[in-house]
């Protein structure tokens, strides 16, 4: 058997990878929320239907109530489902200057919003780095209860905010379960 719930989530990662606007990543990301939540709930079902991988099943069940990341994941994806409230939000573009070892000095010139830069002068070690706008994960709120954005997920610290990324994290987590159960016999 074959979730392709699970392929349309990874599709969907793919789309917003290639999004070339905000709206268009903010829709791959609530099309992948609500394909990982389907293939997920088809999974479990087959499980049922099939008496088999029951120790998985409550393994998952208990990890989407207590880990970081997939309790987030489902949260998000039921706070767009039964509410109107966001589940993402617009992080302005940004220019860092970094001075490395040693240090540096911005001589003249000037950084515009663009992360353009005009005249740029500089010495010793400086480091320009332009970011431009981005959708980053915000807490959720689910049946009036907030869900904070992920820090942790399996133990291990979770250092971005970035859907795309955190999608990763969140298939990789459910393709392995699903190859698991699909490898019992049935």
Known sequence: MKFVELDWANEALAEMHAAKDLVRYEKAWIDYLHYLDRAWSKLRKYCNAHGIGQQHVSDVGNLRTNDALLKYLKQARNSDE?????????????????????????????????????GLVTSGNVEIKFHPEHLVVIPVMSRGVEYQVPTEHLGKSIATQLPHELARMGLDFYQDIAKKILLLPT
């Open 82 to 118: 039964h509410s109107i409230s966001e589940v993402v939000a617009v992080e302005a573009a940004k220019t860092t200057i970094t001075g490395g070892v040693g240090g540096g000095t911005i001589e003249r010139g000037a950084i515009h919003g663009s992360g353009q830069t005009h």
